[in-house]
Structure formats: structure tokens, C-alpha cells
Nanobody, 121 residues
Framework: QLQLVESGGGLVQPGGSLRLSCSAS????????IGWFRQAPGKEREEVSC???????NTADSVKGRFTISRDSAKNTVYLHMNSLKLEDTGVYYC???????????????WGQGTQVNVSS
């Protein structure tokens, strides 16, 4: 089973920035589509952004222009760069690996444990 590890979450003020990292041992992330999802309290998990195996990216309208996904193959890491953070960006952020990008969580083969992002003044 694919196992991923997220890091980089924390507490940030509105308008601030964070960079989340998704890494894995024993597998090469370039072989997979990697999606970033988030889940706010009482809400369903939603896709934020995804990068396909070919490098194509997509981003949810709610974060478009503020969040960017990128790969660093040498470090076997996928990043989610988050700028101009808003209160509503608060939640647990997860990365997931699968064969292709999808909005559906059950299309992914492996998940991380999540990293908490709190946007608060």
C-alpha cells in the first residue's frame, strides 16, 4: 500500500503563506498522479489541486490564483504552495497518490495522515 507523508502545516494569519510537502519512501512519486485534498471540520474532503504523471495540473476554483502545485523529482516531493491564505482555507490537508487526477477520493491508492493548517488572526 502506498504511504505518503505530509508536512509544513501550521498556524498562519490571513494573507500569509505556507508550503506543504508530500513525500514518500520506497516509491517514486513521478510515477503517480498526486492530489492535494483538504477537509474542514464538518465538511467533506475536497480536492484542492492535482498534478498528473505527465505534469499537467488542475486547481480548484476556490484557490485558483493563490495555490500552486509543483513537483521536485530530485527530492521525490510534491509541494502545495499556498499564498494569500483565508480563514476558510483552514483544515487538514492530505496528499494522495493514484493513476490519474480525480475529484473522487476512492480513485486514489494511498494517502498520508494529513497536516493541519489553521488560518487565524
Amino acid at each position: 500500500q502506498l504511504q505518503l507523508v505530509e508536512s509544513g502545516g501550521g498556524l498562519v494569519q490571513p494573507g500569509g503563506s505556507l508550503r506543504l510537502s508530500c513525500s514518500a519512501s520506497g516509491l517514486f512519486l513521478d510515477y503517480y498522479a498526486i492530489g492535494w485534498f483538504r477537509q474542514a471540520p464538518g465538511k467533506e474532503r475536497e480536492e484542492v489541486s492535482c498534478v498528473s504523471r505527465s505534469g499537467e495540473t488542475n486547481t480548484a476554483d476556490s484557490v485558483k490564483g493563490r495555490f500552486t502545485i509543483s513537483r521536485d523529482s530530485a527530492k521525490n516531493t510534491v509541494y502545495l504552495h499556498m499564498n494569500s491564505l483565508k480563514l476558510e482555507d483552514t483544515g487538514v490537508y492530505y496528499c494522495a497518490a493514484g493513476g490519474y487526477c480525480s475529484d473522487y477520493t476512492n480513485e486514489y491508492d494511498g494517502w498520508g495522515q494529513g497536516t493541519q493548517v489553521n488560518v487565524s488572526s
